[in-house]
């Protein structure tokens, strides 16, 4: 990867927050995990552009409106600007797998849409989830791909044990986003 554009790609719940199976509804649900905010602002303080895509289909379900997304947002900058961090982009997809859209991961279009406003280049982008769709998105435009065992990680993991694609081959692991960060940044992580 360059130096140049150091770009950052996270997937939300289960990578920088705690996920849930019900989905997570409201602000006060919206809980970062533990060293995932540290870790945002360890990638911005050591250049690199952070941003985030997410599947937000709870949206297109009816359990929350786009303004409480919204509000998650908010909380989720105001955290990562308070330990010194800023995040760049957040895009979302507010669709059903039903809509058959071209935003929802593993598709790639929320990584064209980063790509679009960010001005940067695809391939030199680092994507971090914790779900094959995930995974699928960020091959499908060239990323380098790390799974986090945070969220749906672990299941994932066993998943691609089962049935590794080809592109498995030069995925990363690591246990959560703050691994993620020691790899990258090395001593600029402290």
Known sequence: MSSVSRWLILDRDGVINVDSDQYVRSVA?????PGSIDAIAAFSKAGWVVTVATNQSGIGRGYFSRRTLYGMH???RKLVRRAGGEIAEIVFCPHTPEDNCDCRKPKPGLLHQLAKRTGLR???AVLVGDSMRDLEAGNA???????????????????????????ASSLKVSDNLANVARALLGPAYA
């Open 141 to 167: 435009v060239g990323a380098e791909l790390w799974l986090v065992r945070s969220g749906k990680g672990r299941e994932t993991e066993v998943a691609l044990q089962k049935g590794t694609p080809s592109w």
């Open 74 to 76: 908010a909380k989720l």
């Open 29 to 33: 649900e919206w809980q970062p995990i």
């Open 122 to 124: 695809l391939e030199d």
